[in-house]
């Protein structure tokens, strides 16, 4: 499979008048319409069982070696920092920046924090180490699960919680998330921050991500994107598929897709109260400071010992940048609601 294809999507009959219905039967005519889409960034074929299988053992064994070296520098959140934009920041605001964006994503979404009406249930899909559910635990006094590809990170995840008091409210194990081991509607607040850029079928992991919200209950997607497609065009660039393919090759990423497919795909799902926003401005200074952090002392001898594939990825971490600037890569966040 070309790593900077579109998603693929899940054959779909006509639309259905019911969220369950759509739920059962796949996507609406959107799906349709994507995967007769002549674009060469689309994929209109599920990804081979030997494609995903490679493809998951490959996040794994990333986020396997790279996660104590992310860990010892750069602390509990393996995600985006939230800055004000063109903010001038120093190292030691950036910690603080990764705990202002839970605190953005949160308000945006219009999640409460009134005692009655708060999250009570939440999933974290693509954990990382556990930094979001330990965060929203303590927030809100609720019961978080997460799930991971990575076994390092699950039982890491596992440790610091029990460390810090949490292994009553808070537990992690190794998880798909397009086939998440929770049944369905157990959860309030439906957490995936920076996962679904991993995902091979986009549809497949909106379609987990509702089935396993509860009713009225909010889903939160916090992504990597690629631009929009203006009306006229059928595909991205042949510049930017070349750019997004050398990422795509060094952090294990799949199929890319817009902020604008995604809003589509929740609206097939008959999801409600669709919000979307580009924060690409507001996590501008991120990259650059990762880059510094690796520069240092600390963090050269410590990206030596982690293994080729860390290394693979801290080399491509100026094309994050490239395609920032450029405009190419979007960092949105897209909010819903499950119907009642």
């Known amino acids: 499979m070309s790593a900077c294809l579109r998603p693929s999507l899940l054959p779909a009959p006509p639309p259905a008048p019911t969220w369950r219905s759509s739920l059962l039967f796949g996507v609406s005519s959107f799906s349709r319409k994507l995967i007769t889409r002549a674009s060469s960034t689309t994929s209109t074929t599920t990804t081979s ?3 995903a299988r490679e493809l998951k053992e490959g996040i794994a064994e990333f986020y396997d070696e790279s996660s104590s070296l992310w860990e010892d520098i750069w602390g509990d959140h393996m995600h985006h920092g939230f800055y004000e934009p063109d903010s001038s920041v120093s190292v030691s605001d950036h910690r603080a920046a ?7 994503t949160l308000r945006f979404a219009g999640v409460s924090e009134d005692p009655r009406k708060r999250p009570k249930n939440v999933v974290d899909v693509g954990c990382g180490i556990g930094g979001s559910s330990r965060y929203l635990a303590k927030k809100f006094d609720a019961k978080c699960q997460g799930i991971t590809l990575s076994p390092v990170q699950a039982q890491r995840a596992n440790a610091l919680a029990a460390a810090r008091g949490l292994a009553d409210k808070v537990s992690f194990q190794v998880g798909d998330a397009l086939q998440q081991p929770f049944p369905d509607g157990q959860f309030d607040l439906v957490w995936s921050m920076e996962s679904g850029e991993h995902m091979p079928d986009k549809s ?12 009225a209950g909010t889903i939160i997607i916090v992504t990597w994107c690629h631009r929009d497609l203006a009306p006229s065009e059928e ?9 997004l393919k050398k990422i795509c090759d060094a952090y294990y990423l799949p199929a890319w897709c817009s902020t604008a497919d995604y809003v589509k795909l929740l609206q097939s799902f008959s999801l409600e ?4 926003e580009d924060w690409s401005q507001n996590v501008a200074p991120f990259w650059p400071a990762v880059i510094r952090s690796a520069l240092t002392w600390k963090g050269f001898t410590s990206l030596l010992r982690t293994g080729l594939k860390t290394i693979k990825g801290a080399l491509a971490m100026p094309l994050m940048i490239e395609g920032y600037q450029k405009n190419l890569i979007k ?5 819903c609601r499950k119907p009642r």
């Open 49 to 51: 069982d030997a494609a």
């Open 98 to 104: 990764q705990v202002r964006m839970i605190e953005e």
């Open 204 to 215: 497949k992991f909106v379609s987990e991500l509702a089935r396993v919200t509860a009713p």
């Open 235 to 243: 595909s991205l660039q042949p510049w930017e598929q070349e750019l």
């Open 273 to 276: 109260d669709i919000k979307a």
């Open 331 to 335: 960092f949105a966040i897209i909010t």
